[in-house]
C-alpha cells in the first residue's frame, strides 16, 4: 500500500512566524509532489508543485524535496492568520499510471 | 476560483439507491479525475478520464462507474449505495492525462442515510 504520510496537527504558529509542514512518501519512484491547501468546507487548492531535488520558492511558500529521504516539506514565510487551513501533500504514483496520493493532511493555525 | 464546476452542491440518498454526479472541467482542460474524501481524510483517487476514456482507477468497487463526454465533463455514478459512501465527492481537471497539476471542483457533498 502505497502511503504519504503527515502530521495531523495542529500545528500552531504566531503571525509572522515560519510554518514548517512536512510529508513522508513510501513509493521510491514518485516523480511529482504537490502541496494543496484546504480551508475548511472548502475543496482543495494547488499551491505549490515540485518536481526535482532542491527549493522551489514562490511568494511566501517554498517546496522542499529530497528523494533519496522521500521527504517533502513546505515553508510558509511571514505566516499570516488567512494561511490557517489543513494543507494536503500529494504524490503520483510511481509506476507510471495517473494515480495521485493524498496525505491526510496538517492543519495549521496562525495565532494573530 | 478554477473554473471547474459540479452538480449538485449536496445530496441526500438511502442506503441502496443509485447517485449521478456531474463535474465540468476547467476550460481546455481534458482530464478529469474523480476523489472521496471523507471527513478528516485526504482525497481518495477513484479514477480518471482522458478523452473519454478511463485511463487509471483506484481501490474503489465496480458500482463506482464514470463517463466523460466530448465536451470533457464528466460524471461519477454510484449504485448501490452504502452508508460509507457518506462523503465529499471532488473532480479535478488537468490539462493533459501527463500534467499531474490538478484543479478541483468546489465539490458535492453526498449523505447517505
Known amino acids: 500500500q502505497k502511503e504519504v504520510e503527515q502530521n495531523s496537527g495542529p500545528l500552531s504558529v504566531p503571525e509572522g512566524a515560519i510554518a514548517s509542514l512536512n510529508c513522508t512518501y513510501s513509493?521510491?519512484?514518485?516523480?511529482?509532489f504537490f502541496w494543496y491547501r484546504q480551508y475548511s468546507g472548502k475543496s482543495p487548492e494547488l499551491i505549490m508543485s515540485?518536481?526535482?531535488?532542491g527549493d522551489k520558492e514562490d511568494g511566501r511558500f517554498t517546496a522542499q524535496l529530497n528523494k533519496a529521504s522521500q521527504y517533502v516539506s513546505l515553508l510558509i514565510r511571514d505566516s499570516q492568520p488567512s494561511d490557517s487551513a489543513t494543507y494536503l501533500c500529494?504524490?503520483?504514483?510511481?509506476?507510471?499510471?495517473?494515480?495521485?496520493?493524498f496525505g491526510a493532511g496538517t492543519r495549521l493555525f496562525v495565532k494573530a | 476560483e478554477t473554473g471547474v464546476t459540479q452538480s449538485p452542491t449536496h445530496l441526500i440518498k438511502t442506503r441502496g439507491q443509485q447517485v449521478t454526479l456531474r463535474c465540468s472541467s476547467q476550460s481546455g482542460h481534458n482530464t478529469v479525475s474523480w476523489y472521496q474524501q471523507a471527513l478528516g481524510q485526504g482525497p481518495q483517487f477513484i479514477f480518471q478520464?482522458?478523452?473519454?476514456?478511463?485511463?487509471g482507477r483506484g481501490n474503489f468497487p465496480p458500482r463506482f462507474s464514470g463517463l466523460q463526454f466530448p465536451n470533457y465533463s464528466s460524471e461519477l455514478n454510484v449504485n448501490a449505495l452504502e452508508l460509507d459512501d457518506s462523503a465529499l465527492y471532488l473532480c479535478?481537471?488537468?490539462?493533459?492525462?501527463?500534467?499531474?497539476?490538478?484543479?478541483f471542483g468546489p465539490g458535492t457533498r453526498l449523505t447517505v442515510t
Open positions: 500529494a504524490v503520483t504514483d510511481g509506476t507510471g499510471g495517473f494515480k495521485t496520493i
Open positions: 478520464y482522458y478523452r473519454e476514456e478511463e485511463n
Open positions: 479535478a481537471s488537468s490539462l493533459g492525462a501527463f500534467s499531474y497539476e490538478q484543479y
Open positions: 515540485i518536481y526535482s531535488n
Open positions: 513509493d521510491r519512484g514518485s516523480q511529482s
